[in-house]
């Protein structure tokens, strides 16, 4: 068993990729197959493009190492931090929380059979789009703070299961919830589609979700990020790094308008400026200021994660301000949300899903929530990241700054990960929008040192 809790001999590794031991890989009779797509219709009925898509979507599943019904093994000795909560697995209770609370987190992947990408025929992001899919996440988890009571979960569990890391969802009634059968064990009772639609919360969660869909008039989805990213370059197909998809978030979310009191801000050369921030989240009365959320692009080492980092980096996600890390491992964006010991916790978006039809009343959610935490060994950790944070208001983002602060001291002998500078930017906005390739810059204090790299790593090359 590996240190990630993958089987070694799990059927499709390749015993020479020593990047994928923490990937957990379909069987053979999860994949579909080639006959069975054709044997759906003649060769002139068939559509080749679509045929095509699944056959790629349906490689990258086996390729990406994906299967729902394996999960990493989690220690039930120590805690599994996650967005500022503690969960101590071998109590029951909390081990359920810690259930309720991953389920509840929205899961961003590959899509495929949306419509055309500006510019070009694709219908899918499949083996490109993972750091646009990360960047969703984050931002998804931000709104989700931002729109919903403290402490919110997803309340429906579509069905029972038995796997360990499966989610159970019981009511605050476990009695009317929750049966117990002599023969057959607990079980849940399944909510009707109206009782979810009459909870103003799960309405909440529903919008936000279609916010996020594979359509050109979502403002979050796939869509119109790649259209916003054009002004740095890109287009669709190509591989983006995550401080692009910062700034690609930012305008995001500054041209929708149904999110006036929301505003995103990207730090610039490692430093939050606070008078910047505070230009951009003060309005007239009667609110004083908008809630923002914080995105810090930084570079963790050369070619390799600089060790000195893991303390810092676990103390950020020790943080409930912190609404994760667009980050990754070589070759592979992840979404970062927590850890356990040397292990960090993650969201993975390489897992290719049918596009899903929002604007059906009863849409489906169960694809846009994963069950099935994974993780891998910080030391894995690729050097370059985005890490976000969120304020709902002036007081709470001055708590932010204290305790993000505290949290990058963890790190003392080496520079900081980023530092909040009274003042603002001296660059322009424009001139901030297409980030460094060759140099990051980290400071500390009034000092500025230069770290000078190879090979660019602020874009994950995929496999």
Not at 18 to 35: C, E, N, T
Not at 75 to 83: L, T
Not at 315 to 331: A, D, E, F
Not at 396 to 415: G, N, Q
Request: charged share 20%; net charge neutral; hydrophobic share 35%.
């Amino acid at each position: 068993m590996n240190p990630d809790g993958a089987s070694a001999s799990c059927e499709g590794q390749s015993p020479t990729d020593d990047l994928m031991d923490d990937w957990l890989f379909l069987s053979s009779a999860s994949v579909p197959s080639p006959d069975l797509e054709v044997s759906r219709g003649t060769p002139e009925a068939e559509d080749r493009g679509q045929f095509k898509t699944k056959l790629i979507s349906a490689w990258n599943s086996v390729k990406y190492g994906w299967s729902l019904k394996q999960k990493s093994k989690f220690s039930k000795s120590s805690a599994v931090i996650m967005f500022g909560q503690s969960y101590e697995l071998r109590d029951h209770d909390e081990k359920e929380c810690f259930r309720r609370s991953f389920a509840s987190l929205l899961w961003l992947t590959y899509r495929r059979g949306f419509p055309h990408l500006a510019g070009c025929s694709l219908t899918t992001d499949s083996g490109w789009g993972c750091v646009l899919r990360t960047g969703q996440m984050l931002l998804a988890r931000g709104l989700l703070l931002h729109l919903m009571p403290p402490g919110w979960t997803w309340s429906v569990s579509p069905h029972a299961v038995k796997d360990d890391m499966d989610l159970l969802v019981s009511s605050p009634s476990a009695g009317a919830e929750r049966g117990l059968d002599s023969k057959k064990g607990p079980r849940v009772r399944k909510l009707s589609l109206g009782s979810l639609l009459d909870r103003p919360m799960e309405v909440t969660h529903r919008k936000v979700v279609s916010w996020f869909a594979d359509h050109p008039t979502a403002p979050f989805g796939i869509h119109q990020l790649v259209e916003l990213g054009q002004s740095t370059g890109k287009k669709a197909g190509d591989w983006y790094g995550p401080s692009i998809a910062a700034h690609i978030l930012r305008k995001a979310v500054a041209a929708f308008t149904d999110l006036s009191n929301l505003v995103v801000y990207v730090a610039q050369d490692c430093t939050v400026y606070l008078e910047d921030v505070k230009k951009l989240c003060e309005c007239p009365l009667p609110q004083p200021w908008k809630s923002v959320i914080i995105l810090v692009p930084v570079r963790l080492g050369g070619q390799d994660l600089n060790p000195s980092y893991i303390a810092c980096v676990k103390k950020l996600l020790t943080l409930q301000c912190c609404v994760g890390i667009i980050g990754g491992k070589p070759k592979h964006s992840l979404f970062f949300v927590g850890f356990q010991d040397e292990h960090v916790l993650y969201l993975d978006p390489h897992y290719c899903q049918p596009t899903v039809d929002v604007t059906k009343e009863s849409f489906p959610l169960e694809s846009f929530h994963c069950k099935y935490p994974k993780k891998m060994a910080f030391s894995r950790m690729d050097p370059s990241c985005t890490i976000g944070f969120y304020a709902k208001d002036q007081k709470e983002f001055e708590s932010l700054c204290a305790a993000v602060h505290e949290a990058l001291c963890v790190s003392a002998e080496t520079y900081p990960m980023f530092i909040f500078a009274e003042g603002k930017s001296q660059e322009e906005e424009e001139g901030a929008n297409t980030p460094s390739n060759n140099i990051a810059y980290i400071q500390r204090k009034s000092q500025l040192k230069r770290v000078h790299t190879r090979n660019s790593m602020d874009e994950f090359v995929l496999l």
